[in-house]
């Protein structure tokens, strides 16, 4: 069992700036070591996915950017015992200057599609995000109250 349980829920967020490029970033560990992947990362038990999103693309980079919608889940499970849940949001910034997160990344930088196709290093995802755009994104509806007896403190629905 993992320091996270058996069930892991994660974000990926795709941000593109004016240009159309890609905020790509090259972490230092995982399976993904060195590789071009999306900003992404662990939700935490007290926050929502999209702000979970949010927050890991400007530790990660430095860049704010703003929702979009929701593009996809990517889900697998690890060796028949973990559950590997990664929410895949698509965001836009007109931010363009990164501040990589020393800690976890060697690099992050905005790529236009071309680039990323052709560098061996993008990973399987982003190849497939490019060869296969999403076509109709899921917006995130915030103000809801479903009233005091379930005791949330943020709710969202993503439709």
């Given at each position: 069992m993992s320091k996270r349980g058996n069930v892991w829920i994660a974000v990926g967020g795709l941000v593109k700036d004016e240009k159309g490029r890609w905020l790509v970033v090259k972490k230092k560990y995982s399976g993904l070591k060195d590789m071009w992947s999306l900003p992404a990362g662990f939700v935490k038990e007290t926050e929502t996915v999209d702000q979970a999103i949010l927050r890991?693309?400007?530790e990660e980079t430095g860049i704010e950017a703003k929702m979009i919608g929701l593009m996809g889940v990517r889900t697998g499970v690890i060796k028949g015992e973990i559950s590997d849940n990664m929410l895949l949001f698509l965001l836009e910034t007109d931010q363009i200057?990164?501040?990589?997160?020393e800690k976890e990344l060697s690099e992050a930088k905005f790529m236009t599609?071309?680039?990323l196709l052709q560098d061996n290093s993008s990973s399987l995802l982003i190849r497939y995000l490019i060869e296969n755009p999403p076509m109709n994104k899921m917006e995130i509806i915030k103000g809801l109250d479903p009233g005091d007896h379930f005791n949330y403190t943020t709710y969202h629905l993503i439709k």
């Open positions: 890991e693309i400007k200057v990164v501040t990589i997160q599609e071309q680039e």
